[in-house]
């Protein structure tokens, strides 16, 4: 089915430890960007990408990387993990230009740091 | 940095009302999404508006471009319309496409 995936759904690590959360979409869109949301806080913007080989910083990006050397794939990799990046992460994509195309949102990874 | 506001923040009514969901932000936009999130669960886009009215069922979405100003009504409201309810904007950029902006959502539950 077309959307956005992304994995793991639920992951438990332990403080200092890194992971990376993929996320992959097959509708060709340029436009991928990951948030993290947080009850009280709402949704923010952590990492985003206009395509394959551009990134550029969010609000909240301290803590996470990102590359794209696909137009498919966005990972966001948590170099070393701390108490206050639990939160639930969603990936999200669209086209480039959104006058005409709304967002397509991934199904979230909810991330417990311990 | 925009600053988008909803409210109510929560809202309970009984199954059958017409609801409406108000959201404001500070700053012009190119775009507003409307998107529902059920408890537990994914994100789902609604509507996406740049200008007027747009319908999908029993959802109606509104945009006052001057007043920076959008509501979202839901008629005839059903126990399954229970979500949350979340506003966001795009800003105005060389791509258009360069991250969302959030409000914090309206808790919406319909009882039967």
């Known amino acids: 089915n077309a959307g956005v995936t992304q994995t793991p759904k639920f992951q438990v690590l332990k403080t200092g430890q890194s992971m990376t959360l993929q996320c992959a979409q097959d509708?060709?869109?340029?436009?991928m960007s990951w948030y993290r949301q947080d009850p009280g806080m709402g949704l923010r913007l952590i990492h985003y990408?206009?395509?394959?080989?551009?990134?550029d910083q969010g609000e909240v990006p301290n803590g996470y990387n990102v590359s794209r050397s696909t137009t498919e794939d966005f990972p966001l990799r948590l170099l070393s993990a701390a108490p206050s990046q639990t939160s639930v992460y969603f990936c999200?994509?669209?086209?480039?230009?959104?006058?005409?195309?709304?967002?397509?949102f991934g199904s979230g990874t909810r991330l417990t740091v311990v | 940095k925009n600053e988008v506001e909803q409210s109510p923040q929560n809202l309970t009514a009984q199954e059958g009302e017409f609801i409406t969901i108000n959201c404001s932000y500070s700053?012009?936009?190119?775009?507003l999404h409307w998107l529902q999130q059920h408890p537990g669960g994914g994100i789902v886009s609604l509507f996406m508006?740049?200008?007027g009215k747009k319908k999908h069922g029993r959802l109606i979405a509104t945009i006052n471009i001057q007043e920076k100003h959008s509501s979202l009504h839901i008629t005839a409201s059903h126990p399954r319309d229970s979500a949350v309810y979340i506003c966001a904007v795009s800003p105005y950029s060389g791509g258009g496409a360069d991250g969302l902006t959030f409000g914090k959502g309206t808790h919406l539950i319909i009882q039967p």
């Open positions: 990408s206009v395509g394959a080989g551009i990134t």
């Open positions: 508006l740049s200008s």
């Open positions: 700053v012009g936009i190119s775009a």
């Open positions: 999200a994509s669209s086209y480039r230009g959104t006058a005409n195309y709304g967002y397509t």
């Open positions: 509708m060709n869109h340029e436009y």
